[in-house]
């Protein structure tokens, strides 16, 4: 079973910066692993997309954080990190972070990001 341990979310005023991190349970260098992604849900909202890396390491991004949030990974450390930047109150929500392989689909517990105006 995998295990996906975020952090890093908060309190931030618009216009700031917040980083998350996902800790995996299992290896990036694992063949069976297709992407690694950040989703979030706000309240009353389905979970959405907001940024995906592929195995290959291609990146896709929600047009609404186009331009604003970075996902990259460390493959050493087991870990995928959202950066966010210029964040607006829209943006506030519990992020999830998303491993799919071959198998599966796993998700994090969430962390909450909370955006003020």
């Known amino acids: 079973q995998v295990q996906l341990v975020e952090s890093g979310g908060g309190l931030v005023q618009a216009g700031g910066s917040l980083r998350l991190s996902c800790a995996a349970s299992?290896?990036?260098?694992?063949?069976?692993?297709?992407?690694m992604g950040w989703y979030r849900q706000a309240p009353g909202s389905q979970r959405e997309l907001v940024a995906i890396?592929?195995?290959?390491?291609?990146?896709n991004y929600a047009d609404s954080v186009k331009g604003r949030f970075t996902i990259s990974r460390d493959n050493a450390k087991n870990t995928v990190y959202l950066q966010m930047n210029s964040l607006k109150p829209e943006d506030t929500a519990v992020y999830y972070c998303?491993?799919?392989?071959?198998?599966?689909?796993?998700w994090g517990q969430g962390t909450q990001v909370t955006v003020s105006s």
């Open positions: 890396i592929t195995r290959g390491g291609s990146t």
């Open positions: 299992i290896s990036f260098f694992s063949f069976s692993i297709n992407s």
């Open positions: 998303n491993i799919a392989t071959t198998f599966d689909s796993y």
